[in-house]
T-cell receptor, first 109, second 115 residues
Framework: GQNIDQPTEMTATEGAIVQINCTYQ??????LFWYQQHAGEAPTFLSY????GLEEKGRFSSFLSRSKGYSYLLLKELQMKDSASYLC??????????FGQGTELSVKP | DGGITQSPKYLFRKEGQNVTLSCEQN?????MYWYRQDPGQGLRLIYY???????QKGDIAEGYSVSREKKESFPLTVTSAQKNPTAFYLC??????????????FGSGTRLTVV
């Protein structure tokens, strides 16, 4: 079967660092994506990993270990506007994205 | 500018009615997708199409139907057979192929409520 797991919710403090984990078991793997989604809006692309290692993009970084079926999204210097849902998604062998249930992040002052 | 347009943004349906959600893209993408999102949950795949005049069921296709007569358009009909249709519906498109950093481009979504 196909399964993508991430924590349901997390809370962090403004200015801090937070790591959102994602584990997956899918039929075929052609890359892992992280999206940000604010309530009532469409998801927006944050990062993409297809090889093992860390991809850095400003305050956001994403890590992938294919052998462990594991990824994380790292958010630094948290801002209030980072309060949102973060979706982990794996592209399967057919090109479709399979999404986890999302992690609701609350950033507090 | 290229993009993907969903309409309407809000839709109300009476019990027993069929309703159709529109999705149009001008990105020249071959593949298009429909997802459903319930509160506090991730996206679940309803239907997808990788080429004109062809489409496949996703994980939760029961009570829904689609058509793909044109590359640019992928409308979703929520039929009366769908017992719990109240949800946020997202349409997306992508280039063909399974590689590269090209993920999805999403529409802005349609919120459907049964009244």
């Amino acid at each position: 079967g196909q399964n993508i797991d991430q924590p349901t919710e997390m809370t962090a403090t403004e200015g801090a660092i937070v790591q959102i984990n994602c584990t997956y078991q899918t039929s075929g793997f052609n890359g892992l994506f992280w999206y940000q989604q604010h309530a009532g809006e469409a998801p927006t692309f944050l990062s993409y990993n297809v090889l093992d290692g860390l991809e850095e993009k400003g305050r956001f970084s994403s890590f992938l270990s294919r052998s462990k079926g594991y990824s994380y999204l790292l958010l630094k210097e948290l801002q209030m506007k980072d309060s949102a849902s973060y979706l982990c998604a794996v592209r399967d062998s057919g090109g479709k994205l399979i999404f986890g249930q999302g992690t609701e992040l609350s950033v507090k002052p | 500018d290229g993009g993907i347009t969903q309409s309407p943004k809000y839709l109300f349906r009476k019990e027993g009615q069929n309703v159709t959600l529109s999705c149009e893209q001008n990105l020249n993408h071959d593949a298009m997708y429909w997802y459903r999102q319930d509160p506090g949950q991730g996206l679940r795949l309803i239907y997808y199409s990788q080429i004109v005049n062809d489409f496949q069921k996703g994980d939760i296709a029961e009570g829904y139907s689609v058509s793909r007569e044109k590359k640019e358009s992928f409308p979703l009909t929520v039929t009366s057979a769908q017992k719990n249709p109240t949800a946020f519906y997202l349409c997306a498109s992508s280039p063909t192929g399974t590689g590269g950093a090209g993920g999805y481009t999403f529409g802005s979504g349609t919120r459907l409520t049964v009244v």
